[in-house]
């Protein structure tokens, strides 16, 4: 997948289902009405947005939150949060 930063929003065909993956980089603060225009990329998928802040308090909730960091020389630390114990097992002991 290549960043949505230009176009906002991408939806592609997943193999368990649709996955839109949005970028709200250039975003000052999504309003109730670019809602509108975004909602439709939330219908039945597996949603990435990256730069979410800039939709607070107008996103829904993540199930899941994705924190990268760069370290010394090319490793990178990758950080999940999440308080969704189904999500938490599921990530723990993934099926085969």
Do not use: Q
Not at 8 to 15: E, P, S, V
Not at 33 to 44: K, R, S
Not at 53 to 70: C, E, F, K, W
């Amino acid at each position: 997948m290549t960043s949505p930063t230009y176009t906002i929003g991408n939806r592609y065909r997943g193999a368990a289902g649709p996955v839109s993956h949005l970028d709200l980089y250039r975003s000052r603060g999504v309003t109730l009405d670019e809602w509108a225009d975004l909602e439709p990329y939330f219908d039945g998928a597996t949603v990435f947005v990256e730069w979410p802040d800039a939709g607070a308090g107008v996103l829904p909730a993540p199930r899941i939150t994705v924190t990268m960091r760069i370290c010394e020389g090319n490793a990178r630390l990758v950080m999940l949060e999440t308080n969704d114990r189904e999500l938490t097992a599921a990530l723990a002991h993934p099926e085969p």
